[in-house]
């Protein structure tokens, strides 16, 4: 069963998605906290997760983030990954006042960009008994290192230079396109899946999506480092997704950090991409996400 939610945010923001039940439900519902990734939206496939998150007995609550989707704040389209960090924290606490909820289990479930928010999260708030990482990003500067070549880097930075004083001078901040279907032009996710992605679920799934982000939300991705905090995780149980043909939040970072996160912890290898997570190897992804959460918070 799913209903409509929205709930305000510590700064007064409405923030909107749903809530999933389980269809037979006796008493409080272990509760999966999740929200998506890098400029997407809700209906990017979370309704699939959610769903087999509530087949087996688990209630989901699915929200956009800031400046996305059906949720409110300004400036649109602006990533902001402290206060995406914040906005989680403060959904685990609308939780506590439902019904449903048991507040005594909540798990996280984040993917991608929103991936290495899990770490910090899991690491900084107790009320987190169980934290699922899918495809996460683990450092924003070295992945950045990763994307974006090296010859580029000095115009990238002037770019960032001259949005700053222009946002000082009171004009509207730049805006970068997510994706291009030329790898080489300016976009916030240079790579070829990427491009394939965003655009075909943008389509088929989400026409909310909009495929252009603010220059500072990038800006904001090279300096994030949650990364730093998967060693603080424990003793809350720490599940990793990582696919083996990631290289947009790359494979190897991820498993580097895996080998830093101390017990409870499990990681699960998938044969594919990125974003192959979502949709070809959704079972491989879902499926042990389900289990951890169920072994722990059921």
């Given at each position: 069963?799913?209903?409509?939610?929205?709930?305000?945010?510590?700064?007064?923001?409405?923030?909107?998605?749903?809530?999933?039940?389980?269809?037979?439900?006796?008493?409080?519902?272990?509760?999966?906290?999740?929200?998506?990734?890098?400029?997407?939206?809700?209906?990017?496939?979370?309704?699939?997760?959610?769903?087999?998150?509530?087949?087996?007995?688990?209630?989901?609550?699915?929200?956009?983030?800031?400046?996305?989707?059906?949720?409110?704040?300004?400036?649109?389209?602006?990533?902001?990954?402290?206060?995406?960090?914040?906005?989680?924290?403060?959904?685990i606490t609308f939780s506590e006042t439902l019904p449903e909820p048991d507040a005594a289990r909540i798990g996280i479930w984040v993917s991608s960009y929103r991936g290495g928010h899990v770490l910090v999260v899991g690491a900084i708030d107790r009320r987190v008994k169980c934290v699922v990482g899918q495809v996460p990003l683990i450092s924003g500067h070295r992945n950045a290192r990763r994307l974006i070549r090296a010859d580029f880097w000095a115009g990238l930075n002037g770019m960032f230079e001259d949005?700053?004083?222009?946002?000082?001078?009171?004009?509207?901040?730049?805006?970068?396109?997510?994706?291009?279907?030329?790898?080489?032009?300016?976009?916030?996710?240079?790579?070829?899946?990427?491009?394939?992605?965003?655009?075909?679920?943008g389509k088929t799934r989400a026409p909310s999506w909009r495929n252009e982000v603010t220059l500072r939300s990038v800006e904001m991705f090279t300096e994030y480092e949650p990364g730093a905090y998967v060693g603080y995780i424990s003793p809350t149980p720490l599940l990793l997704v990582v696919a083996q043909g990631d290289h947009l939040t790359v494979a190897d970072e991820a498993l580097a950090a895996y080998e830093r996160a101390l017990e409870p912890k499990k990681l699960e290898i998938l044969a594919g991409g990125h974003f192959d997570a979502y949709v070809k190897d959704f079972e491989a992804a879902a499926v042990p996400a389900r289990d951890w959460f169920v072994a722990h918070l059921k």
């Open positions: 069963m799913r209903k409509d939610i929205d709930f305000k945010t510590q700064d007064g923001l409405t923030l909107k998605g749903w809530h999933y039940l389980p269809d037979r439900l006796s008493g409080k519902a272990p509760t999966i906290v999740m929200a998506h990734g890098f400029s997407a939206v809700k209906e990017m496939y979370l309704d699939k997760f959610a769903e087999a998150f509530a087949a087996a007995g688990l209630a989901a609550l699915v929200f956009d983030n800031r400046n996305f989707g059906a949720s409110g704040g300004e400036p649109r389209q602006e990533i902001d990954p402290w206060r995406q960090v914040s906005d989680s924290r403060d959904a949005d700053r004083r222009n946002r000082y001078a009171g004009k509207p901040p730049a805006m970068i396109p997510v994706v291009a279907e030329n790898p080489a032009a300016p976009s916030a996710l240079p790579t070829a899946d990427s491009w394939a992605w965003f655009t075909e679920t």
